[in-house]
């Protein structure tokens, strides 16, 4: 089994910052893909960072220049740096990784629980 957990998010005002954290645990062989999610209510679940299986790093147009994604590989972490935050931030933003079970499988996509953001305007 693979758990996959979140945390870091709450409120704060516009323009402030929050750091969410993302780690996973269990049976990983690799991980091989990661990213950051998020869904606002009423709204489809957006993608908000990841990185690829090569390492680059892609975000949705609205969070380029505020938000970075980053890695600690050895711990199967990965980070989202917000600065900047705006009213529009608000969501539940979720951790995406896809995973090898062992040397050759498939990738397995796995989710933690999600973690709350709000941002006061």
């Known amino acids: 089994q693979v758990q996959v957990v979140e945390s870091g998010g709450g409120l704060v005002q516009a323009g402030g910052s929050l750091r969410l954290s993302c780690v996973a645990s269990g049976s990983i062989f690799s991980i091989n893909g990661m990213g950051w999610y998020r869904q606002a209510p009423g709204k489809q679940r957006e993608l908000v960072a990841s990185?690829?299986?090569?390492?680059?790093?892609t975000y949705t147009d609205s969070v380029k220049g505020r938000f970075t994604i980053s890695r600690d590989n050895a711990k199967n972490t990965m980070y989202l740096q917000m600065n900047s935050l705006k009213a529009e931030d608000t969501a539940v933003y979720y951790c995406n990784v896809d995973v090898q079970y062992y040397s050759g499988s498939h990738n397995y996509k796995h989710w933690g629980q999600g973690t709350q953001v709000t941002v006061s305007p």
């Open positions: 990185f690829t299986s090569g390492g680059s790093t």
